[in-house]
């Protein structure tokens, strides 16, 4: 599966509280995303890294930061977790040269 | 930037029939165009994709068809059986950095 991992794969936390979820992969993309999947909302991009510290915001990045110091892990974090940030988060990588996004297993987060 | 636009947002065919899904884009520089396979429970996975230099793609009982014209493209799954039953998003990519999604159709194959 393209060589990306995420953890944790499940967290549960409080309102109020940080969070941050991590993407690895192994294979050396340029390219990292961080979506979040709600019912009837699809696939909704966060934030995105085009290389080591270069990353710009997608439709959904309020109460998001990353950050990516390291070609291989690409952090997403909660500063501030809430009640509608409730979601499945998955990390994808874009593989040369077709393009495509390839996405991790996914962290399922709920925050109480 | 770009919007896609994915009907029906929910399909139902009988087993052995066909199934067909449609996406509509806005920008004509767009040229890429991926479809995934969403399982329950389970990560998008990449199932076929086309580039805006070809008209069509078959792969065993999947095809691709793009028409950049009407800036429409469609997933057509022959000979339904029960493990396609899932949640199919397309998505389309110009020179940008990033895939833009439509919003998904889910796909039940009854039996």
């Known amino acids: 599966d393209a060589g990306i991992t995420q953890s944790p794969r499940h967290k549960v936390t409080e309102t109020g509280t940080p969070v941050t979820l991590r993407c690895h992969q192994t294979e050396n993309h340029r390219y990292m995303y961080w979506y979040r999947q709600d019912p009837g909302h699809g696939l909704r991009l966060i934030h995105y890294?085009?290389?080591?510290?270069?990353?710009d915001k997608g439709e959904v990045s309020d109460g998001y930061s990353v950050s990516r110091s390291k070609t291989e892990d690409f952090l997403l974090t909660l500063e501030s977790a809430t009640s509608s940030q409730t979601s499945v988060y998955f990390c994808?990588?874009?593989?040369?040269?077709?393009?495509?996004?390839?996405f991790g297993p996914g962290t399922r987060l709920t925050v109480l | 930037g770009e919007n896609v636009e994915q009907h029906p947002s929910t399909l139902s065919v009988q087993e052995g029939d066909s199934a067909v899904i449609k996406c509509t884009y806005s920008d004509s520089a767009s040229n890429y165009f991926p479809w995934y396979k969403q399982e329950l429970g389970k990560r998008p996975q990449l199932i076929i994709d086309?580039?805006?230099?070809?008209g069509e793609k078959k792969d065993q009982r999947i095809a691709v068809t793009l028409n950049k014209t009407a800036k429409h493209f469609s997933l057509h799954i022959t000979e339904t059986q029960p493990e396609d039953s899932a949640v199919y998003f397309c998505?389309?990519?110009?020179?940008?950095?990033?895939?833009?999604f439509g919003q998904g159709t889910r796909l039940t194959i009854n039996p």
């Open positions: 998505a389309a990519s110009g020179g940008a950095q990033k895939l833009v």
């Open positions: 890294s085009y290389g080591v510290k270069d990353t």
């Open positions: 086309i580039r805006s230099n070809v």
């Open positions: 994808a990588i874009r593989s040369p040269p077709g393009l495509a996004e390839y």
